[in-house]
């Protein structure tokens, strides 16, 4: 446990909506790519102690978010769609029956086409998830192996319209500058995407992570210019067929963002159960970090004694005008003025420096009341929010 200097106490609200983040931490086969908390299965995954812990962990983190309304939640991973339908059900079940939904409440699951069938995808939404993403990363044979994906380009065309006949709202993660993608193959794959019409998109380019397979045996990518003619030719491709440009790597029709991601990119509230989850939780003026235990052992035996969080923080008031901006500065709108003290406690004149110098650099602009990256802002984002560090 590592503490840090508090925060001043401030007078901003701790009673906005809540997003609440489920980690399901197994997964198949471990990408050669992936950073993430999964680890193989290795056989049948340990559900029934796991969505114990789960709501055991739960419990215990009441006192810091009761009575406040959940205006989404996300079961995300490692890969969510390993856990059978009953589980789910159990689990919101279990959510609904400590915290008040909001009407409309946005329940995401991520699902690998690897990992589940249309027969699945119907039962979770008869168990109340509304909206599915699908993990597809590409749908050329070639290219999902190269990047040891579970699953081939059959699969995941399968899982996409298995998913639309059973979700309104469905997004597709796709990948580009994948090991020997050409600009054209990263196209076919985004166009295939868009002809059957999901109502959300995100596009990520591929990068070496430290800890990753790939850091090890680095595979040969598409160089720097390519990647950037892929990033624009399927920024282009999205525009055209109306999804808009919402945040740096995620397109949506209209009124389909992802309100979950919304939370974060808004600085808002959540709380995170599962291993290795982070929770950001505003109460008595302060901002409160949490991480719970990282291991899938180490967090069901810990969940189960009431102490699933392995490390608390509050954040410092250094700190928060980065932390907002590195989030809210992601999105394409920006953020309304007045959402900076409503999340941070703190005046706007507390980041006026940073503002005024971003502005005199083009990277962001102010129209009136709301405060929002140019092109170049979004398109050199670590400089921009490098002006912010304390
Ligand atoms: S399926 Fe997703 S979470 Fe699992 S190893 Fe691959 S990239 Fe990581």
Redesign the pocket.
């Known amino acids: 446990m590592r503490a840090e200097p508090a925060s001043e106490a401030t007078d901003f609200p701790s009673t906005c909506a809540l997003a609440l983040y489920v980690h399901v931490p197994?997964?198949?086969?471990?990408?050669p790519?992936?950073?993430?908390n999964?680890h193989?299965a290795g056989g049948a995954i340990p559900e029934a102690r796991y969505v114990e812990a789960l709501q055991a962990d739960l419990q215990a983190a009441l006192p810091l978010v009761s009575g406040r309304e959940v205006r989404s939640i996300f079961f995300g991973?490692?890969?969510p769609s390993l856990l059978s339908v009953p589980a789910v059900g159990n689990l919101l079940d279990a959510v609904s029956a400590v915290l008040p939904l909001e009407s409309g409440c946005e329940i995401t699951l991520?699902a690998?086409p690897?990992?589940a069938d249309e027969t699945k995808f119907r039962g979770f939404r008869e168990v109340g998830v509304t909206r599915l993403s699908l993990?597809v990363?590409s749908f050329d044979d070639a290219r999902l192996a190269a990047i040891?994906?579970?699953h081939d380009g059959e699969a995941a065309r399968r899982a996409l319209d298995g998913a639309l006949r059973h979700f309104e709202r469905v997004n597709v993660d796709l990948m580009y500058a994948l090991p020997g993608q050409t600009v054209a193959q990263a196209a076919g794959d985004m166009r295939i995407a868009i002809e059957r019409g999901p109502a959300h998109l995100s596009a990520y380019q591929l990068t070496i992570e430290p800890n990753t397979w790939f850091a090890h045996q680095r595979p040969e990518l598409p160089g720097e210019d390519a990647a950037t003619e892929m990033q624009e030719t399927l920024e282009a491709m999205l525009g055209e067929a109306g999804y808009a440009h919402y945040e740096t790597s995620a397109f949506a029709r209209p009124q389909a963002a992802c309100r979950h991601n919304l939370n974060y990119w808004h600085f808002g509230d959540y709380l995170g159960i599962g291993p290795g989850a982070h929770s950001k939780l505003s109460a008595d003026g302060r901002i409160v970090r949490q991480t719970r235990h990282r291991q899938p052992k180490a967090y069901i035996e810990g969940a189960r004694r009431g102490h699933a969080v392995h490390e608390e923080q509050v954040v410092a008031t250094a700190d928060l005008g980065f932390e907002f901006m590195m989030n809210a500065l992601r999105l394409t709108a920006g953020f309304p003025v007045g959402l900076f003290r409503e999340r941070t406690g703190l005046e706007l004149a507390a980041v006026e420096e940073p503002l005024r110098a971003a502005e005199a650099r083009g990277l962001i602009e102010r129209p009136p009341g709301c405060i929002r990256p140019t092109r170049l802002g979004r398109r050199f984002l670590n400089d921009l929010l490098q002006l912010f560090l304390p």
């Open positions: 197994w997964c198949l086969r471990k990408c790519y992936c950073d993430f999964s193989e991973g490692g890969t991520e690998n690897g990992a993990g990363q040891g994906r579970v």
